[in-house]
């Protein structure tokens, strides 16, 4: 059973609509990613923090997706204006420091109609 | 630049048989190298990971996988598969203990008959 907390599980969004998802990293763990999963599973990494900071990102130049993860709070990816191509499973993992392995949560599978 | 490849997009093997699924890696060092499988609306999850030493490392499940550098490769087996084992399976690499960039093969999808 996964530790890392994701919610929602599903959401569906129209066309130019904001999506928000949350991620709660198991304890522990500095370090946290976002990835975006298509339907061909392939990977795309996103972001990344460690203890709340941006260690690296994805160049947003459409500057649509931010994230953030303050302290003592769920970290969380939002999509502004969410478009079609934008629908994708999006996975939340943390890793403990030194092991390079992840723990995934279930993820939140967007929908953009 | 690090890269994964799973020449396999899709494996079908029927209940009982032997599994091999492979992964071929390119890396300027030596990485570290790890199987995920993701079962149908699930996250990934860890299989087995090799750091260094033995080659052939043991997972969960009756998985183990043999890591060889002569070849770039680090393919996933198991001697029995159960229709239980029908997944997505993801080959991954990071040149770093630290997780900061893990590069992921497109998955191998299995398919047990049962």
């Known amino acids: 059973n996964s530790k890392v907390i994701q919610t929602p599980r599903y959401l569906v969004k129209g066309q130019g609509q904001k999506a928000k998802m949350r991620c709660i990293p198991e304890?522990?763990?500095?370090?946290v990613f976002w990835y975006q999963q298509n339907k061909n599973n392939e990977f795309k990494f996103l972001i990344n923090?460690?203890?709340?900071?941006?260690?690296?990102q994805i160049d947003m130049t459409e500057k649509r997706f931010s994230a953030e993860c303050p302290s003592n709070s769920p970290c969380s990816l939002e999509i502004q204006s969410s478009e079609a191509g934008d629908s994708a499973l999006y996975l939340c993992?943390?890793?403990?420091?030194?092991?390079?392995?992840?723990?995934f949560g279930e993820g939140s599978k967007l929908t953009v109609l | 630049a690090q890269s994964v490849t799973q020449p396999d997009a899709r494996v079908t093997v029927s209940e009982g048989a032997s599994l091999q699924l492979r992964c071929k890696y390119s890396s300027s060092v030596t990485p570290y190298l790890f199987w995920y499988v993701q079962y149908p609306r699930q996250g990934l999850q860890l299989l087995l990971k090799y750091y260094s030493g033995d080659p052939v490392v043991q997972g969960v499940n009756g998985f183990e996988a043999e890591f060889s550098k002569s070849n770039s490769s680090f393919h996933l087996r198991k001697a029995s598969v159960h229709w239980s084992d029908s997944a997505v399976y993801f080959c991954a690499v990071s040149i770093s203990t630290n997780a900061y960039k893990v590069i992921f093969g497109k998955g191998t999808h299995l398919h047990v008959l049962p």
């Open positions: 923090f460690q203890n709340q900071e941006v260690l690296q």
């Open positions: 304890k522990g763990h500095p370090v």
């Open positions: 993992a943390s890793s403990p420091p030194n092991t390079g392995q992840l723990y």
